[in-house]
Each structure stands twice: as C-alpha cells, then as structure tokens.
C-alpha cells in the first residue's frame, strides 16, 4: 500500500522553508526520502528508522513518528537547487521500497 | 564516488519485440532492484534480487519479465514481448547490505519507448 504525500506541489521563494509529510496506514521499518529533478534518477537524501528518530542534512532534516506511521522531511531557507520532487519510500519488512506519488517543490529566485 | 550505470540511456523499440536493459550496480553490492517510472507518475517497484534469484516481485512483473545475473557485475532486464503500455524509465537500484538502514543507490534510467 503506497504511502501517502502531502502537499502534491510547493512553490517557494528562496530562503523560505517547507514540510512535506509522508504518511502510511501500514507499520514502517523505514522511511526512506530521495529527490528526483526532472529526467533524472532519484538521488538518496535520508533514511528514517522506525524509533522515532530524526535525521539532517544540511538545511533538510527529517523526523519519523512510528506511532503516526509518518515521516516529515523539512527544508528550511530553500534553494534554488532544491527544486524537484521529492519522493518518500517505504519499506514495511520486505527489501522493496513503496514510493507516494511525489512532492513537486518549485524554488523561484 | 561508486555509482550504479545503465545502458542504454533511451531506447526505442516495435511492439511485440524483445528488449534487454543493462545494469552495472555498485561493485561490492549484494541486494539488486529493478522500477519503473512512467511519465509523470511515481517510480513502482518491479523486482528484488539477492543470491542469484528473485527475492520479490511485483504484481507489474509477469511471465514477459525477466532478470539475470549472467556474470559478477551485469545485472540485466529483459522483456519479451514488448507492449505500448511498457514505455516508462526504468531504473536499475542496488545496496549494500539487508537491513532497514542501507540505502538503495539509483541508476540514471534506460528510457524504454514502444512504438
């Protein structure tokens, strides 16, 4: 069952900050979140384990509440780099990872 | 840095023929994955594999499908018989270890187009 993402789009102005959610109705080993600009492959930016830990990187971080089965990625003072979709990926005990349906973050000047 | 390769970047093929998509994962890497992306949508799940044989399949992974291992860096994608509705990018992903916390490394995508 795919994990469930919102918002669908962002528009930003650089240096502004986003949350994009990821949420599961199914209990989560991990939760994986990659970006992909466009014509090209996802690239790895965290994994979250089940734990409840947080992660960061940079000026994106992300957090995982396994009781809520959700993961939060924020971007905080954007920019114009980040622009793509991100996608989160599920992973509930099998080595497959299940994506939503993405997360289009515009980053304007 | 290590990274996984595909070839060939686009490829273009009648429906109904055979096509084969190439993957060179990461050397040292054990767990390969095939997905798909059609244009527009999310990246879907195709196949695991591990110890030379398929861990999990997807429902998307019928008798056309198949994968191989045929030495110690190839990791191939053939589909036999090809219909419209396989166009998409497909990617090849590999990982390190089992686990929850080894990442999956994408390829940069074969860009398969049925006529």
């Known amino acids: 069952q795919q994990p469930v993402q919102s918002p669908q789009a962002v528009i930003l102005r650089e240096g502004e900050d986003a949350v994009i959610n990821c949420s599961s109705s199914?209990?989560?080993?991990?939760v994986h979140w990659y970006r992909q600009k466009h014509g090209e492959a996802p690239v790895f930016l965290m994994i979250?384990?089940?734990?409840?830990e947080q992660k960061g990187h940079e000026k994106i971080s992300a957090s995982f509440n396994e009781k809520k089965q959700q993961s939060s990625l924020y971007l905080t003072a954007s920019q114009l780099s980040y622009s793509g979709t991100y996608f989160c990926?599920?992973?509930?005990?099998?080595?497959?990872?299940?994506f939503g349906k993405g997360t289009k973050l515009t980053v304007n000047p | 840095e290590p990274e996984v390769t595909q070839t060939p970047s686009h490829q273009v093929t009648q429906m109904g023929q055979e096509v084969i998509l190439r993957c060179v994962p990461i050397?040292?890497?054990?767990?390969f994955y095939w997905y798909r992306q059609i244009l527009g949508q999310k990246v879907e799940f195709l196949v695991s594999?591990?110890?030379?044989?398929?861990?999990?399949k997807s429902e998307i992974f019928d008798d056309q499908f198949s994968v191989e291992r045929p030495d110690g860096s190839n990791f191939t994608l053939k589909i036999r018989s090809t219909k419209l509705e396989d166009s998409a990018m497909y990617f090849c992903?590999?990982?390190?270890?089992?686990?929850?916390?080894?990442?999956?490394?994408f390829g940069d995508g074969t860009r398969l187009s049925i006529l």
């Open positions: 594999f591990y110890n030379n044989e398929i861990s999990e």
């Open positions: 990926g599920t992973e509930g005990g099998s080595e497959k990872l299940v």
């Open positions: 979250l384990l089940k734990g409840g």
């Open positions: 050397s040292n890497h054990l767990y």
């Open positions: 992903a590999s990982k390190y270890g089992d686990g929850s916390n080894q990442p999956q490394h």
């Open positions: 199914k209990a989560l080993y991990s």
